[in-house]
């Protein structure tokens, strides 16, 4: 792994606290993530399972976790399964963990390898009760091709239909939704790389670049900072483009008195940050995307203050819509009376600002957590208000990640140029 090593007890740490959720006598079973197909012989970049990874900090495909707090062998209450590798995987492949390797990195002091599961299974499952399966059960996931959790769910309840079987998913959402202060330093890190990316833009862009360029180098800045790459495909949006949120095309030149969007975030130890930063192609705002720009960047102000302990998604959203309100009107996009008389179903700011404000954020972008929960100290959002108007050319968006403490949000990106003057001034003084 390109990362600096992370210290075990977060994993150790994470694994307490998820088994103190199971029922009496339960078994718990958690998969990596399958290596992608392409075409012919090809393959995707690997990308580890995040509840696999966050319960032992294995980065490796074929790896499997069995949880058995009841098991009346001390040895086999955690169990680790990793690949084991040969000279032709060696060659081809290069390293993989040995059984130590895997113990130093996640705590489990049980290693197999990964051909011996079903008969190690097989003797815990005698024991067993209740058997905790891990499904993907994010809102907002859309799962077409069939996963190795997907699999393994249909295997295991023909080899095992007597067994009652419980979700894994709402613990892991319950759990991963607060950080420790260790997650949180990792987070940190992939934001300090993002602000990297960032300053390096600042002197990169002008008019006639392409937007796949400004995507290079984003690209760069993260690979030479120990980061696998983006946390998530990079948004990089001129003109127009703009006010498409989710553009990833990034194949047209960027013109001069045009805006440039980007939203991208460096990928570190699996952790995600997510920035969006709205620039004048040409280093200097006309006075309408001035005028505009200041307007999203006193919502983001606002929202963030509103990231507090006891506040939920609901209300944040609600409130935040109103602040919206206001500045749309004072642009002149909306009308004070036609506000006044809207259909609360149907607010008129959503024209013109149609997603919400944030997301939880870790290890992954759109991070698992119960949209219902109020808002707890150690939860990390984003906070991204924006302002689209198709028929002006100008879409602008603005992001931060913010931590929630007692004493109030902690922007974790305050130290990435946000005001339009700090903005014009770096663009102005690049090399």
Known sequence: MRYLPINRELFIHNRHNFVKQLKPCSIAIFHSNDVMPTNADGTMAFWQNSDLFYLSGIDQEESILILFPDSKDQKLKEI??????????????????????????????????????????????????????????????????????????????????????????????????????????????????????????????????????????????????????????????????????????????????????????????????????????????????????????????????MLVPGNTLNQYHSFVGTVMENELIRLGLLDQNDVRNQDPEKPLYKKYFMHGTSHFLGLDVHDVGNKYRPFEEGMVFTCEPGIYIREENIGIRLENDILITKNGAVDLMKDIPLEADDIERLMKNKN
Request: glycine share 4%; charged share 25%.
């Open 80 to 305: 680790l399964f990793v690949r084991e590798t040969n000279n032709l995987i060696l060659t081809w492949e290069g390293y993989k963990l040995t059984k130590q390797q895997a113990k130093e990195v996640s705590g489990v002091d049980a290693v197999y390898w990964t051909h011996e599961f079903e008969q190690v299974l097989n003797v815990l499952m005698s024991e067993a009760e209740h058997v905790y399966l891990n499904t993907n059960e994010h809102l907002r996931a859309v799962v077409e091709v069939e996963t190795r959790d997907a699999r393994f769910v249909k295997w295991c309840k023909e080899r095992y239909p007597l067994h009652k079987y419980e979700r894994s998913a709402p613990i892991m959402h319950n759990l991963r939704a607060i950080k420790s202060e260790m997650e949180i330093e990792l987070i940190k890190k992939a934001c300090q790389i993002t602000e990297l990316g960032f300053r390096r833009l600042l002197s990169f862009i002008k008019p006639g670049v392409m937007e796949y360029e400004i995507e290079a180098e984003i690209y760069h800045e993260f690979i030479r900072n120990r980061s696998r790459g983006p946390a998530y495909s990079s948004i990089v949006a001129s003109g127009g483009n703009a006010c498409i949120l989710h553009y990833i095309d990034n194949n047209q030149p960027c013109e001069d008195g045009d805006l440039v969007l980007m939203d991208f975030g460096a990928e570190y130890a699996n952790y995600a940050a997510d920035l969006t930063r709205t620039v004048p192609v040409n280093g200097k705002f006309t006075k309408r995307q001035r005028e505009v720009y200041e307007a999203v960047l006193r919502v983001m102000k606002v929202a963030t203050r």
